[in-house]
């Protein structure tokens, strides 16, 4: 299951604040993935920290059902020590919102435990989001980028925060040092960059350099995002930017193991892990059964299939068998598919290719006038605003 490669560097902890993060890698929000089931099966591969998926603060504070479920941590990561615990990521406009969300986190815990870690999300660049100012669209509005960061990081108390951002929203229009200096200013923890802008959506291939010029610019501790798809890539973008970390999104789909490949890589092993297929069904079979567990048999199986392609890629697979398990509805149903493939080497082809969801780039959208100011301090036209307090 495992191969060896010539054995590198070991890389240091990332330093959150009080908060100590070995090995320094993060398992990016990703939603409809990085659910209680997906970040447990991802823990017991490796250590490091896992987060959760993007949580909406005005949801959040007006105790939206779906968002507090949504936001609830599982018995592992409450009763976790520091380093590995309930990692949450929250995405918002409004600066009052922002630490009124916060301090639900921190102070009522309304996870069912107080967070180990809060990061901020100026990054996403999905239209529905930046057509209301919000993920990557932020950062351009500087004063209001740094009244939300000022909010969240006095809400938190002693709980690191962080924020995750892109280069900017186009070539045009680049915020990533300003981003960068604003959250060091107003007591971030560190920042995460993807090396896209908002408009390359996931097209092409991420630009590391400005991950570098950030680690060169800023005090506080730079992550490094974007096409790390194996750990060695993750040391050479540690090597080539300087950067304290790495934050890994679609390169873990299908391949959950990947953070057994990080932990060992940043401790300097050689270890790397070739599953035959017959362990990569039992992955699956674990997967589905943690959703299962979650969610009902049904539900949970429903929800593993857009799992299936990542877990087969490169494999061996009757179109059959395929669709089959495109289908499946139950565990029994897809224990039965999974042995009627044949076992196999793992399918190295694939190694170092992208996985998930890819994209043309195209203009991002924006509120009217986003751009002609950029210290207006005023949340976007249209944001629901906390009134009275939540």
Partial sequence: MTSTLERTTAIAPLRLGSLTVDPAVVLAPMAGITNPAFRTLCREFGAGLYVCEMITTRALVERNAKTLQMVQATPEEAESTAGHGFSVQLYGVDPATVGRAVEMLVDEQVAGTRPAHIDLNFGCPVPKVTRKGGGSALP?????????????????GDVPVTIKTRIGIDAEHVTYLDA????????????????????QLYSG?????????????????????GDVWEADDALRLVAETGCAGVVIGR????????????????????????????EVA?????????????????????????HV??????????????????????????????????????????????????????PVA?????????????????????????
């Avoid at 570098?212 to 995002?225: E, S, W, Y």
């Avoid at 299908?254 to 790397?272: E, N």
């Avoid at 699956?284 to 929800?303: I, K, N, P, V, W």
């Fill in 140 to 156: 351009w509005r500087r004063r209001l980028l740094a009244d939300i960061v000022r909010s969240a990081v006095g809400a938190a």
């Fill in 180 to 199: 960068g200096r604003i959250a060091q200013d107003e007591g971030a923890a560190a920042i995460t960059l993807h090396g896209r802008t908002a408009d």
């Fill in 205 to 225: 291939t991420a630009d590391w350099a400005p991950i570098a010029r950030l680690v060169q610019t800023v005090d506080i501790p730079v992550l490094g995002n």
């Fill in 251 to 278: 390169g873990c789909l299908g391949r959950p193991w990947l953070f057994g490949d990080l932990a060992a890589a940043f401790a300097g092993s050689p270890r790397r892990t070739l599953p035959t297929f017959r």
């Fill in 282 to 306: 039992a992955v699956m079979l674990r997967h589905a059964g943690l959703l299962s567990a979650e969610q009902g048999e049904l539900h949970g199986c429903t929800d593993f299939r857009k």
């Fill in 309 to 362: 392609a990542w877990y087969l890629k490169g494999f061996s697979v009757g179109s059959d068998v395929r669709r089959a398990l495109a289908m499946v509805s139950s565990l029994d149903e897809l224990a039965g598919l999974l042995d009627r493939i044949p076992d196999q080497p793992y399918p190295t082809a694939v190694l170092g290719g992208p996985r998930g969801r890819t994209s043309q780039p195209r």
């Fill in 366 to 390: 924006l509120p009217e006038g986003w751009l002609a100011d950029r210290d207006d301090p005023r949340p976007p036209v249209g944001a629901e605003l906390l009134v009275g307090g939540g």
